[in-house]
């Protein structure tokens, strides 16, 4: 239709990113288009959508738009972001504290819109942050795929996740209560996650690490994270009760 694909950006088991272009207004865009008719995963995709589109945080990733292509895949159509992820930035070594600092700050201010709208994200981790340049060439990070992202509402017309007895998120950043699979999954879980991030850009790793899952998630729910400024003694002490 109105969008030209450029180029894939990358594909998973589930569906494809690709850079196009919105012909009529020539803008650059991403596009993510579903490879499953999954229900599940074509659900995962709206919600995705819904929850992007109802915020319009700077600190957010924008969707734009949402179809089908003409042989019945679904598709969504968001700002394209020139930049890269947390987690390539963290390959080459860790944030010293203001950046890291500063950063979580632009992520817990895009968090609070969308906690405010009832929405929990469910899966924050560093291959979901984007870091970009704004109008005025600041340092702006992006907050991506909301595709587990769990809507609180009264509303039977609205939509709802729940998950029973599914783990679902990144074990690395993931909160002990979501390990654990409770139901009464809230906003905490996400600032915890916001937290595991921040000590992994200040410390360049986890607050728990481990070679096995069972064995991480042991560790998440009967230990506590050894604190950054003794992982790293140039971090001032203060800074751990911040992270902790």
């Known amino acids: 239709g109105k969008y030209l694909i450029d180029a894939p950006i990358g594909v998973g088991g ?16 991403a596009i993510k288009v579903m490879l499953t008719t999954d229900q ?13 589109s109802a915020t319009g945080h700077p600190n957010i990733a924008a969707v734009t738009d949402m ?11 968001m700002e394209f972001l020139d930049g890269k992820t947390l ?4 390959e080459r070594k ?22 405010h709208k009832g929405i929990i994200h469910r899966d924050l981790k560093p291959d979901n942050l984007m870091l970009v340049r704004d109008a005025e060439g600041e340092e702006t990070i992006k907050i991506l795929d909301f595709g587990i992202s769990k809507v609180l509402s009264e509303d039977k017309d609205k939509l709802h996740l729940t998950d029973t007895g599914l783990v679902m998120g990144t ?27 921040l000590y ?7 607050p728990h690490v481990a070679e096995t899952l069972a064995s991480l998630i042991s560790a ?14 140039s971090l001032p002490p203060a800074i751990d009760a911040v992270v902790l």
């Open 14 to 29: 589930m569906g494809a990113v690709f850079s196009a272009t919105h012909t009529l207004l020539d803008k650059k865009v």
């Open 40 to 52: 599940q995963a074509t659900a995962r995709l709206v919600r995705e959508a819904r929850a992007a």
């Open 67 to 77: 179809g089908k292509t003409p042989g019945g895949a679904l598709f969504v159509v």
């Open 87 to 90: 987690k390539e930035l963290l």
């Open 94 to 115: 860790p944030l010293g504290p203001r950046r890291a600092l500063r950063l979580t700050a632009q992520i817990l201010a895009g968090l609070e819109v969308v906690h």
């Open 171 to 197: 074990p690395l950043y993931m909160s002990p209560e979501q390990a654990r699979a409770d139901e009464s999954i809230g906003a905490p879980t996400d600032v915890y996650a916001v937290g595991a991030i």
């Open 200 to 206: 992994a850009m200040l410390c360049g790793q986890p």
């Open 220 to 233: 998440k729910l009967e230990q506590p994270p050894v604190p950054p400024s003794q992982r790293d003694e």
